[in-house]
């Protein structure tokens, strides 16, 4: 089963990204053994910015009451509206997601299982069963 969606255009004239695009990573060690693979979930644009509004809005939405509070408005308001903007931040930066992530622990070849890890090169997995933490790189063919 093949989870490519991505269709390459690199000569043509870059498209924005409307949709939300899953790839097969494979990854590999330090010292370049093959460690497992993960599918990589790359966002789209309008995705992500469902994604950040949806973390904001409540602190938006708590915002509003707050304007009717005597005094405490001052500071309440702005803050309310600043925490929204920070978490619809992390989204709006349009980080790659690990997802189903599979890979094999070097050192006591336990299998190990991840998903949802924001996009990080390496990325760094720890080991649940002896502790030793794989940094992993994205192979490219
Ligand atoms: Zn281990």
């Known amino acids: 089963m093949s989870h ?3 269709q390459g255009s ?3 004239e870059q498209t924005p990204n409307m949709e939300t695009t899953i790839e097969t990573i494979k ?3 330090d010292d370049d053994q093959f460690a497992g693979e993960a599918l990589k979930e790359i966002p789209s644009r309008s995705e992500l910015r469902k994604k950040g ?3 904001a809005m409540p602190f938006w ?3 509003i009451p707050c304007i009717f509070i005597p005094l405490l408005h001052y500071l309440l308001v702005p803050v309310l509206l600043a925490i929204g903007f920070l978490q619809g931040r992390s989204f709006w930066k349009g980080k790659a997601l690990y997802k189903s992530g599979k890979v094999t622990c070097p050192r006591c070849k336990k299998g190990l299982e991840f998903n949802d890890l924001p996009f990080e090169s ?3 997995v720890l080991c649940s069963s ?4 794989l940094r992993l790189y994205e192979l490219t063919p």
């Open 27 to 29: 990854f590999k060690l």
């Open 53 to 55: 509004l949806r973390a």
């Open 130 to 133: 002896c502790g030793y933490q």
């Open 122 to 124: 390496p990325l760094k």
């Open 4 to 6: 490519v969606i991505l």
């Open 61 to 63: 939405l708590a915002a």
């Open 10 to 12: 690199s000569d043509e």
